[in-house]
């Protein structure tokens, strides 16, 4: 029954969303699910549709891989120098408070419209992960450590089997938050920057056209598109975290 549970809420809200399209009556305004399909149905054949994809997909996608990988390395640096980590602290803080409008504008002045979805991406994702790296790395059981330092075990088994432990869970669920967030930004700067090739140029002519059924497809897209890179995020990330089998295995050794 839990199995039904699922598929039947997406029904659900399929029937309102089709509900709501009757009754507004309406196909500029608001289009329902079966339009929306169809529209997107259209543009599967066309090679532009999957170029902008492609496109959107790689640069968006690289802002996050960067600041993901820069603000791990951030994290564990302000961990092991807390001096650093004060530091830090103000810049965190600014990237969180500005409103994104502000970056696009400012990254169109410097980065040009080609890149601006890859720079906002990096500066809304990278708080977020340099805040859930240091939370996790704070998180480590101190017990875990001494013992590690009674039994001199070496740095990498530290950071593999005490660290990426403490480490994941706030990984993953930084990433919950960040995937999400990247993808509405990167979007958004998409449709201010028009880059050639991009989703967000066809969601800003879908707009001047008033072509609402692709509008609609075009946001499938990005849930779809940004769902499955989420799921193969998460999918590396949790592999990172050593199974119970090589823990058992560590501990015995020790």
């Known amino acids: 029954m839990s199995r039904l549970r699922k598929p039947f809420i997406i029904c659900l809200w399929l029937a309102f969303w089709q509900t709501a399209a009757v009754l507004v009556h309406n196909s500029i305004m608001l289009v329902g699910p079966f339009e929306a399909l169809l529209a997107l149905w259209s543009l599967l054949p066309s090679a532009d549709f999957w170029r902008s994809v492609a496109g959107s997909f790689g640069r968006i996608s690289a802002?996050?891989?960067l600041a993901f990988a820069v603000g791990i390395l951030l994290g564990s640096l302000a961990y092991t120098a807390p001096f650093l980590e004060e530091i830090l602290e103000p810049f965190m803080l600014f990237l969180k408070a500005v409103p994104v409008a502000s970056f696009v504008i400012l990254a169109l002045i410097w980065a040009g419209s080609r890149n601006l979805s890859v720079?906002?991406?990096?500066?809304?994702?990278?708080?977020?992960?340099?805040v859930n790296t240091l939370a996790g790395l704070q998180s480590t059981d101190p017990k875990l450590l001494e013992m590690a330092v009674v039994f001199r075990m070496p740095v990498w088994r530290k950071i593999r089997f005490i660290y990426l432990p403490a480490l994941v869970p706030h990984l993953v669920s930084g990433c919950r938050i960040a995937l999400g967030m990247s993808w509405k930004s990167g979007a958004?700067?998409?449709v201010i920057g028009l880059p050639e090739h991009s989703i967000g140029e066809h969601l800003y002519m879908a707009k001047i056209y008033l072509e609402t059924a692709d509008l609609f497809a075009w946001t499938l897209v990005i849930i779809l598109v940004s769902a499955v890179f989420e799921q193969m995020v998460l999918f590396m990330i949790s592999r990172l975290c050593p199974q119970r089998g090589e823990v058992t295995h560590e501990t015995a050794d020790l």
């Open 63 to 65: 802002g996050f891989l």
């Open 119 to 130: 720079v906002i991406s990096f500066l809304v994702v990278l708080p977020v992960i340099y």
């Open 188 to 190: 958004a700067a998409e």
